[in-house]
């Protein structure tokens, strides 16, 4: 069973870096699949941040793209997400995702979340 | 963008009943579409891939049609662990887009 963990600050101030890891266990980093990051501002749907793949590619969202650095750590099972010069917009709860390769990727596994809020 | 519509944006109904959930897309996406289930304080989870696969573990009442452009997720005969919020994605395209969602409220 794929399971994922997000872990990082729960608080961060404007104008700051927002930076969060993912563990994953029951499954490989360095395999098939793509590692993705989406975000739930309160109240609202889902925003689709990005993927990165194990060889350190990724696909970002436009809107964020900007701001946003995604990596990989092979050795540790983990993935990890900064999103820079942070405003109350970028309060959300952020969510790691497994997405799935299957001739295109789709999130299949999903983190439990982590709520980031920004305010000083 | 792809730009996904989902209608009604709340739809009531009785356990029991069915329901059928409907996803536009503003351009095609082939069937690359998923339907996700968000349960009050839960992570998304997956219920159907491919617009009519259903995920792993997800029960028979969840039925999900369409290609293109139009999607319809269909449950029949409601259980109570059924209320929740359904989303539908894309991933034809980057960026990956949801829809706004549809609260199927008893």
């Known amino acids: 069973q794929v399971q994922l963990q997000e872990s990082g600050p729960g608080l961060v101030k404007p104008s700051g870096t927002l930076s969060l890891t993912c563990a994953v266990s029951?499954?490989?980093?360095?395999?098939?699949?793509?590692w993705s990051w989406v975000r739930q501002s309160p109240g609202k749907g889902l925003e689709w941040i990005g993927e990165?793949?194990?060889?350190?590619?990724?696909n970002l969202n436009p809107s964020l793209k900007s701001r946003v650095t995604m990596s990989i750590d092979k050795s540790k099972n983990q993935f990890s997400l900064s999103l820079s010069s942070v405003t109350a917009a970028d309060t959300a709860v952020y969510y790691c995702?497994?997405?799935?390769?299957?001739?295109?990727?789709?999130?299949?596994?999903w983190g439990q979340g982590t709520l980031v809020t920004v305010s000083s | 963008d792809r730009v996904m519509t989902q209608s009604p944006a709340t739809l009531s109904a009785s356990p029991g009943e069915g329901a059928t959930l409907s996803c536009r897309a503003s351009q095609t996406i082939s069937s690359n579409l998923a339907w996700y289930q968000q349960r009050p304080g839960q992570a998304p989870r997956l219920l159907i891939y491919?617009?009519?696969t259903r995920a792993t573990g997800i029960p028979a009442r969840f039925s999900g049609s369409g290609s293109g452009t139009e999607f319809t997720l269909t449950i029949s005969s409601l259980q109570s662990e059924d209320f929740a919020v359904y989303y539908c994605q894309q991933y034809n395209n980057w960026p990956r887009t949801f829809g706004q969602g549809t609260k199927l409220d008893i």
């Open positions: 029951g499954a490989s980093i360095s395999g098939t699949d793509w």
């Open positions: 990165i793949f194990h060889s350190g590619v990724s």
């Open positions: 995702a497994r997405a799935h390769y299957d001739i295109l990727t789709f999130i299949d596994y």
């Open positions: 491919g617009a009519s």
